[in-house]
């Protein structure tokens, strides 16, 4: 078992004793449910050591809530990371969000943007991966009862700063274990949580996330993210297969 599966497993197990209260009824862990698929794209792709993590706030409903993979749009985790394992069910599913693994329809645009900037950049999922990574900073979905999502930061303060410490524990372990010496927060939230528990060790910077709810990525959100990445000096692979 390698050391991400390990954490992986752990950040899992440590997550399941939090309970949370209104707005939040249903949450969904797709660390657990769609283990076999997330664990498959750690092993593939999460050999160290890697220079840069691209660090999301927690899986899309279309996304990584159904493949287990973040920014996972079923198209690009299939095709182009090569990444497909059976998905199970939640024990309590919202009618609104089934989880259908990778028979889900529905496109995860965050996730096509991000991954498909990727794949324009290095036609090669490897060439990326070389010295990149990509994980979220939490691994759980929270909906209230309309379907509607909850980020982390709309938890109440108690419920926010328990799952904080297990999250920033293990995002402490994965960079350490991976040797990253640049993290880029996909998104404000991403980079404060990055701040908060590694600014002294590691380089911090963000992009704009690709959501579609945000009216800057709309209007081209890979040239904004590449002037970003440049800006910030990150140090990405050399384009090209």
Not at 120 to 136: D, G, I, K, Q
Request: aromatic share 10%.
């Amino acid at each position: 078992m390698s050391p991400l599966v390990e954490q992986s497993r752990a950040l899992h197990a440590a997550l399941l004793s939090l309970h949370f209260s209104s707005p939040v009824c249903h949450v969904y862990r797709p660390l657990g449910y769609a283990r076999a698929p997330h664990e498959r794209y750690l092993e593939r792709w999460g050999s160290g050591p890697k220079r840069v993590l691209f660090l999301g706030m927690n899986p899309g409903p279309f996304g990584m809530a159904q493949t287990g993979v973040p920014f996972g749009e079923v198209s690009f985790v299939r095709d182009y990371l090569g990444v497909q394992a059976a998905v199970k069910r939640p024990a309590q599913q919202h009618p609104a969000r089934p989880i259908e693994g990778f028979e889900c329809r529905r496109s995860e645009v965050s996730g096509a943007r991000f991954w498909g900037w990727v794949q324009a950049r290095w036609a090669e999922p490897a060439r990326f991966f070389s010295t990149c990574f990509v994980a979220n900073y939490c691994p759980l979905v929270f909906m209230e009862a309309s379907g509607r999502n909850v980020t982390p930061d709309q938890l109440s303060r108690a419920e926010r700063q328990a799952l904080y410490e297990r999250c920033d524990g293990a995002l402490e372990r994965l960079v350490s274990t991976l040797g990253v010496s640049h993290v880029v927060g996909i998104g404000g939230f991403a980079e404060r949580r990055a701040q908060a528990v590694l600014a002294e060790r590691v380089s911090v910077s963000s992009v704009l996330h690709p959501s579609p709810a945000s009216p800057l990525a709309n209007r081209g959100w890979s040239a904004r993210a590449e002037a970003q990445l440049a800006a910030a000096g990150v140090p990405l692979p050399a384009y090209g297969p």
